[in-house]
């Protein structure tokens, strides 16, 4: 499960299935659809740009292409050579930038998958770029 919010003038939140999430980004094939994102090591953040996501459910790890933007290290180290990105790494945090633009590739990816039969009706409704209820 991911979690999600959005503060536009008010607050949504809720929870993603990792799954489909990674299903309604991927269904969007055609046109590759990417974010920004920043993504947290132990004393490293780079800014990135996400893409052609997979999953795999045995082990639950989202699989992503990612492309480093900007470094920001934590410390500096002088005597540091290279960009400072290590290559293999125990855990990390990632946070995906939920624009106009991503949030709309999700929308379509939904239909997508509801048109192909993949996605029962109603699903649509628990993400972020999902229409939300109208408040009285």
Known sequence: ??????????????????????????????????????????????????????????????????????????EIDPKQKGTGIPEEFEGATLTLVLDDAFSAGLVNGNEIMVAEGRVPRGEEKSRPGAPRPKRP
């Open 1 to 74: 499960m991911v979690d999600w919010a959005v503060s536009t003038p008010e607050l949504f939140a809720g929870g993603y299935e990792t799954a489909l999430l990674v299903s309604e980004w991927a269904a969007n094939a055609d046109e590759a659809l990417t974010t920004t994102a920043l993504l947290r090591l132990e004393d490293t953040t780079l800014h990135v740009i996400a893409g052609m996501p997979s999953y795999d459910p045995m082990s639950g790890q989202i699989i992503l292409q990612v492309t480093a933007v900007e470094v920001f290290p934590l």
